[in-house]
């Protein structure tokens, strides 16, 4: 699963939480989620990074045929 979004705190974080109550793997494209300021969104992808989500930068990103 790959989740992008606009709001990493709120809509973000509860789509992520969801997701991982239901034992989905999870994904983030770094670049392709926002927040209300740089400094938050940093502390997202940390938060994230720290409960087992695999964030992924864009250019990294393999399409699946």
């Known amino acids: 699963m790959f989740i ?3 709001d990493a705190a709120h809509c973000i974080n509860i ?3 969801a997701a ?3 034992n989905y ?3 983030l494209i770094e670049e392709a ?13 940390n938060n994230f990074r720290e409960r087992g989500v695999k964030v992924i930068k864009i ?3 393999k399409i699946l045929k």
Request: proline residues 0%; charged residues 30%; without cysteine.
């Open 4 to 6: 992008i979004g606009l």
């Open 15 to 17: 789509t992520v939480e």
């Open 59 to 61: 250019e990294n990103l």
């Open 20 to 22: 991982q109550n239901r």
């Open 25 to 27: 793997k999870v994904n």
């Open 33 to 45: 989620i926002l927040s209300e300021s740089v400094e938050m969104k940093d502390s997202m992808v």
